[in-house]
């Protein structure tokens, strides 16, 4: 390149489609710009060159930048992705060359330069290169809520924006955590993003907006869109939840919710539906305080000793036609709240509510990844808590685990008012296990107090154990390295020496 002073780039973000809606930034740069140029499918019309036609002047240099497909079915031997990274390289070559003659060029883009649009192939084959700037635009998510009418997100929501080309059960997912979220690019793609809100449970919430500000505008309810009347440039809506009515409008039914040892980094994407759409919370005043709070979400918190009349609680609000979500730490099932509500709802006057129950991560598991892989062979899980069983059952337990060469996971292995259920269960399974068996010592997996260390049997001691650590027991295969690093790993093998 010579000396020669090169022209400037710009992305220009024209807004969603309303020429009054583009900013005062975007007609000056065009204004002043020697080149225009714009993105077009083969029949030559540009939804950007029309958006911005006013401001053109006859002096202008236009580029239009036709795409060579406009769908998924091309010749090119590198198919799809082939034929347009070979347009997008040429395209970029040809700005290249009006930059390096010194004009400036202004390259036109519906809505935002850098949000879902074709301008961004030309930033990253260019910025590098040239002085560049990018016109922010009005988006089309944000045309679409002023259209609808309704807030988009409030307080503390989180808005998701999705490409309605993911895979239906991606959007599925995705769909069902959010609390408000936008589904770009329909078309073809209606069909499958209305079965994952079906799916997801929202199809009921979902907004519809087509050609949002433009002359042929449509806004409906989503459900009621025919599929073969949607058009590229539409868009699914899930506005906000703040004022949406809760509970009553059907039936009732209690989710029992596991939350995984601590917070939101441990909940699966399906807990996370179930809390968010839930009427009422019901559970722990520990574990309730690692949900959000929703507004008009109601939370019922009690203590941890009352889990049956927190079960009653919950399956009486179903009864009046709430969606309950009855909260508990790791998994529900293993020494947790879904036994207590079962039990409940298997009683009148409960035998008709719905009850459903969503795994967590247990406490165990999470201490082991941890660690390493100390249940990688079979194992046995058991409390040492003897408010709800006799110590006679729970040593007999012990010793048959030990007895059996299983690894063992100990919930519950001590508290304030129970300090000596460690020690005792130490001495037993040492009639069966070397003293430098290893143990797991896990508190707070995944909370701010986290600590795992490794210790041998003969070395633990009750009095570093609590209500918030777990202990895994090791077998006679059980192993412990130092690796390179300096952390110790444990495991067991899975495979088991012949007898």
């Not at 309810?221 to 440039?233: G, H, K, N, T």
């Not at 919710?257 to 601590?262: F, N, R, S, T, Y």
């Not at 996971?409 to 296990?433: D, F, I, M, T």
């Amino acid at each position: 390149m010579s000396e020669q002073q090169t022209g400037r780039l710009y992305g220009v973000g024209l807004g969603p489609g309303d020429p009054s809606l583009m900013t005062v930034r975007a007609v000056e740069v065009i204004a002043q710009a020697d080149v225009v140029a714009y993105h077009s499918a083969r029949h030559g019309r540009s939804i950007a060159r029309s958006i911005a036609e006013r401001h053109l002047r006859p002096d202008h240099i236009e580029e239009p930048l036709v795409y060579p497909v406009t769908t998924e079915s091309t010749d090119h031997p590198g198919g799809y992705r082939g034929a347009m990274e070979e347009f997008y390289t040429e395209a970029a070559a040809r700005l290249a060359a009006h930059l390096d003659a010194g004009r400036t060029v202004a390259v036109l883009a519906e809505g935002d330069p850098l949000f879902y649009g074709s301008y961004m192939h030309m930033h990253k084959r260019l910025a590098d290169r040239y002085p560049t700037e990018v016109v922010p635009g009005v988006t089309s998510v944000s045309a679409a809520a002023a259209r609808l009418g309704v807030p988009l997100v409030e307080g503390e929501e989180v808005l998701t924006v999705l490409p309605g080309t993911l895979p239906e059960e991606e959007l599925t997912a995705r769909l069902a955590t959010a609390d408000a979220a936008a589904v770009m690019k329909l078309g073809r793609t209606f069909p499958t993003v209305r079965r994952a809100l079906e799916r997801s449970g929202r199809l009921a919430d979902a907004r519809y907006v087509e050609r949002a500000t433009m002359d042929a505008e449509r806004t409906a309810r989503l459900a009621e869109v025919d599929p073969e009347s949607v058009p590229y440039f539409s868009m699914a809506v899930l506005p906000s939840r703040v004022d949406a009515p809760r509970g009553g409008s059907g039936p009732g039914e209690v989710v029992v919710v596991g939350l995984g040892p601590a917070g939101p980094l441990w909940l699966t994407p399906e807990a996370r539906a179930e809390l968010s759409a839930a009427d009422d919370l019901v559970g722990y005043t520990t574990y309730l305080d690692r949900v959000p709070v929703r507004p008009g979400q109601p939370r019922h918190a009690s203590d941890n000793k009352v889990e049956a009349v927190r079960a009653e609680f919950a399956l009486d609000l179903a009864r009046r036609g709430r969606r309950v979500a009855v909260v508990s730490s790791g998994d529900p099932g293993v020494f947790a709240m879904a036994t207590a509500v079962l039990e409940a709802a298997s009683e009148d006057p409960y035998r008709e509510v719905p009850v459903r129950i969503v795994p967590g991560m247990t406490a165990a598991h999470a201490a082991a990844a941890r660690a390493g892989a100390p249940l990688g062979h079979d194992y046995a899980v058991v409390s040492l808590s003897d408010r709800l069983k006799p110590w006679e059952v729970i040593a007999e337990r012990l010793r048959a685990a030990a007895a059996a060469d299983l690894v063992l996971a100990l919930y519950n292995p001590g508290s304030r008012s129970r300090v000596w259920q460690v020690g005792k269960a130490r001495e037993l399974l040492l009639e069966h296990r070397a003293p430098d068996t290893p143990v797991v010592l896990g508190r707070d997996i995944g909370g701010p107090a986290e600590r795992v260390r490794i210790v041998r049997l003969a070395d633990l001691d009750p009095a570093e154990v609590d209500m918030r650590t777990i202990l895994l027991v090791g077998s006679s295969q059980t192993r412990t390295v130092r690796r390179g690093d300096g952390t110790e790993i444990v495991w067991t093998p899975r495979r088991y020496p012949e007898g």
